[in-house]
């Protein structure tokens, strides 16, 4: 199973974007790019995902590079509430599972 | 929509005692997954159910830990005996049958083992 590699912490402040990257220099064309977050005593919360192009949705953005071997998860807007760990994780295509990393724990400074 | 559910919250046992998980996915998801979490770590997946069968089950200790989807809808994840090694807290979650890559699961809050 391919790795990915994130750092261990970051800190932001709140209502600033933040930007959480993760490289994954192993990946393969089937693979997909996908991101978690888990807040403090919860289970993990999908985020987003990507294959080849960058995806937006309600909660974030996911700027994927042109060789795919790293990617950007965006939050254009941090909040208290975004406080979490977050999780980029390849999901192999064919019938693959989601194996998490150590992830990387965001703080949020008001 | 209702999310999946867990139950108990919480367990304190002793070493070498049986315990029970229970979990109820959301309707109509087909696949299920019992996932171990140690303090500090990242979630790992013990076992994986599509319908009532099992997918995958590499990582799952088979001398101590069990786990059934009967009929396809809810599970049930036991320990015995259970070892100190155990604490961890358990998160069930489920995803629909859906494009291939597309595997958005849903989690439970999750039930934390304490094992004394």
């Known amino acids: 199973d391919a790795k990915t590699t994130q750092p261990n912490s970051m800190e932001s402040n709140e209502e600033e974007p933040v930007h959480l990257p993760c490289n994954h220099s192993?990946?393969?064309?089937?693979?997909?790019i996908h991101w978690y977050r888990q807040l403090p005593s919860q289970g993990p919360e999908y985020v987003i995902h990507?294959?080849?192009s960058n995806v937006n949705n309600r909660m974030a953005s996911l700027a994927i590079a042109e060789d795919r071997k790293s990617s950007t998860l965006i939050l254009h807007r941090a909040t208290l509430r975004d406080a979490a760990v977050y999780y980029c994780?390849?999901?192999?295509?064919?019938?693959?599972?989601?194996?998490f990393g150590q992830g990387t724990e965001l703080s949020v400074k008001p | 929509e209702a999310g999946v559910a867990q139950s108990p919250r919480y367990k304190i046992i002793e070493k070498r005692q049986s315990v029970a998980f229970w979990c109820n996915p959301i309707?109509?998801?087909?696949?299920l997954y019992w996932y171990q979490q140690i303090l500090g770590q990242g979630p790992k997946l013990l076992i994986q159910?599509?319908?009532?069968?099992?997918?995958?089950d590499s990582q799952l200790p088979k001398d101590r830990f069990s786990a059934e989807r009967l009929k396809g809808v809810d599970s049930t994840l036991k320990i015995q005996p259970a070892k100190l090694e155990d604490s961890a807290v358990y998160l069930c979650?489920?995803?629909?049958?859906?494009?291939?890559?597309?595997?958005?699961?849903?989690f439970g809050p999750g039930t934390r083992l304490t094992v004394l």
């Open positions: 979650a489920s995803s629909p049958l859906r494009l291939a890559g597309a595997n958005e699961q849903f």
């Open positions: 192993t990946i393969s064309g089937t693979d997909y």
């Open positions: 990507g294959l080849t």
């Open positions: 994780i390849l999901f192999y295509n064919q019938g693959g599972k989601l194996i």
């Open positions: 309707s109509g998801h087909a696949t």
């Open positions: 159910f599509q319908n009532n069968g099992v997918v995958d």
